[in-house]
């Protein structure tokens, strides 16, 4: 039976695995479901259609699952969706979605580092890392492994790609390309994550290639569409180019350069 402190509140529409705890203070309310071995603290508050992996940890003051900071939301029915193994440190904030997408959702093994948030409709890959108050607006989405630094606030509808990094203290007005290093003011794409490519075993050949993509992308004079025509004709269309060129083709807000 799952361990609840006698000051905390579970709503009885809530359903949580037999080896859950719920730390002192804390508040469940509504169709809340929390999977085996997560591990609620202290004066937490989870409410609305929010689900929560296995083998989670929720920290003190965390707050998921409140209605959107949305002035068009009219109380539509929406969800939080959070992986495995994720870790959500202390005062962070994630807000449902909007009839946009209907879920906010957080992939398996990502860490949100305390006075994080994220807005509605906002969706992260697999083992994302933010760090201190990074800021999501609405519709934000990061990919697989990217890492954002503190106090980073990202523009609504950025995307963030695969195994990429921004440094800490920017704004990010626009998409960051896949692998990429972004930091400065303006922010601008430094370099390839090499050392973090290298770290997650990618071949010395595939960071090469991903390299003379960059400098068609970056360090020529194209526009972005005939960059991506040059990459097309020019280079192997490996997993990582066709990762880089499909998010070209995707963005929303234009690429960061």
């Known amino acids: 039976m799952a361990e609840i402190h006698q000051t905390a509140i579970v709503s009885s529409e809530s359903q949580l695995a ?18 085996s071995g997560s591990r609620i603290a202290s004066h937490v508050l989870i409410t609305g259609t929010t689900f929560i992996g296995e083998g989670c940890k929720i ?21 939080v969706r959070i992986g495995n193994k994720v ?5 962070a904030t994630v807000n449902r979605a909007t009839k946009e997408s209907r879920i906010t959702s957080i992939g398996d093994n990502c860490f949100l580092m305390a006075y994080t948030h994220l807005a509605h409709d906002c969706h992260l890959g697999k083992n994302v890392i933010l760090a201190n108050s990074v800021h999501l607006g609405g519709h934000v989405h990061i990919d697989d492994f990217a890492i954002v630094g503190g106090i980073v606030a990202l523009h609504q509808f950025v995307s963030v790609g695969a195994h990429s990094m921004v440094g800490g203290g920017y704004r990010v007005p626009k998409d960051i390309c896949p692998y990429a290093i972004a930091e400065g003011y303006p922010l601008s794409i430094k370099t390839i994550n090499r050392i973090g490519l290298q770290r997650r075993g990618f071949l010395p050949e595939s960071i090469e290639i991903i390299k003379s993509a960059f400098k068609i992308l970056f360090n020529s004079p194209y526009n972005t569409t005939d960059a991506v025509a040059k990459i097309k004709a020019e280079l192997p269309q490996t997993s990582e180019i066709l990762n880089i060129l499909n998010f070209i083709s995707a963005s929303r807000r234009g690429l960061t350069k």
């Open 18 to 35: 037999d080896d859950v705890t719920i730390g002192p203070y804390s508040i469940i309310e509504g169709p809340v479901r929390i999977g």
């Open 59 to 79: 920290h003190h003051g965390a707050v998921i699952g409140t209605n959107p900071q949305d002035l068009k939301f009219a109380g539509e029915e929406s969800e």
């Open 87 to 91: 870790t959500i440190r202390e005062y």
